[in-house]
Nanobody, 124 residues
Framework: VQLQASGGGLVQAGGSLRLSCLAS????????MAWFRQAPGKEREFVAF????????YYSDSVKGRFTISRDNAKNTVDLQMNSLKPEDTAVYYC??????????????????WGQGTQVTVSS
């Protein structure tokens, strides 16, 4: 599946952004979908994942309570609503797809397809 992320930008601390990931190329309704991020000089880290029908989500401790992942299988999209943004949320955000679903949803090494990334910058 091809993935295209959008919605990044520059926002002040405390603000909000909504990222969107559009899937194409094949049906993705059975994929586990996730968002990861990579800050300058750091390794890529897990942010959140959602299962195929949206009834199971999981978040990293650093974003829990502030970010919400959702999906619309009819539109082939996965969104990440980011509230109460902090400067430490500054990173390139990537969406990823995993099919078949296997292993840990938090491991980047088990995801099969990746979007190109979208930059999120939070100013203090």
């Amino acid at each position: 599946v091809q993935l295209q992320a959008s919605g990044g930008g520059l926002v002040q601390a405390g603000g909000s952004l909504r990222l969107s990931c559009l899937a194409s190329g094949r049906a993705f309704s059975t994929d586990r979908m996730a968002w990861f991020r990579q800050a300058p000089g750091k390794e890529r880290e897990f942010v959140a994942f959602i299962n195929w029908n949206g009834d199971n989500t999981y978040y990293s401790d650093s974003v829990k309570g502030r970010f919400t992942i959702s999906r619309d299988n009819a539109k082939n999209t996965v969104d990440l609503q980011m509230n109460s943004l902090k400067p430490e949320d500054t990173a390139v955000y990537y969406c990823a797809a995993q099919f078949p679903v296997r292993g840990l949803g938090t491991s980047e090494f088990l995801y099969d397809d990746w979007g190109q990334g979208t930059q999120v910058t939070v100013s203090s």
